[in-house]
């Protein structure tokens, strides 16, 4: 089943998966919002990584890929899981050409409380981009650190 994406149907989904609302990681993950999502929530699935939409989306279509394994960091992830995030990641991708046709995308992942992450599940962000969302989106990610993000201009951020 690796390598396989599946759409989040409840007929497909409930195959692939026992229990109604359990879906990812051990039912001792209680306080983990990830490891108890309801199957509903599911948009692609494969064996090692969900794709959701994002519960407070920053932008039309904010999408999110975890792995079924709760982990903290992308660093612990195995091999396939990572494979099966990236796939699904591509995928979702598609999924949104296709249906909210946006001119760009940011991709993130807070690693860690200094680096802004609440839910200690890993996730990866996959926030569609469109022309006009922001007066001057230069820069991206590079914003976390407004005092260094313009690089480009007179303005110019202070190096690290």
Known sequence: MFGTAHRGDAATLGAMFSGASSTMSSPTEVECPFCTLPLARIVHANQFAVVIRD???VSRGHTLVLPRRHV???FELEPPERDA???LLDMARRD????LRPNGYNIGINDGSAAGQTVPHLHVHLIPRYTGDQVDPR???RWIFPERADYWSARGG???
Do not use: K, M, N, R
Request: aromatic share 16%; glycine share 22%; charged share 10%.
């Open 55 to 57: 519960a407070y989306p």
């Open 85 to 87: 995030v990236f796939g």
């Open 72 to 74: 903290g960091s992308f």
């Open 158 to 160: 202070e190096p690290a």
């Open 96 to 99: 949104l050409d296709q249906s």
């Open 139 to 141: 820069g991206g990610v």
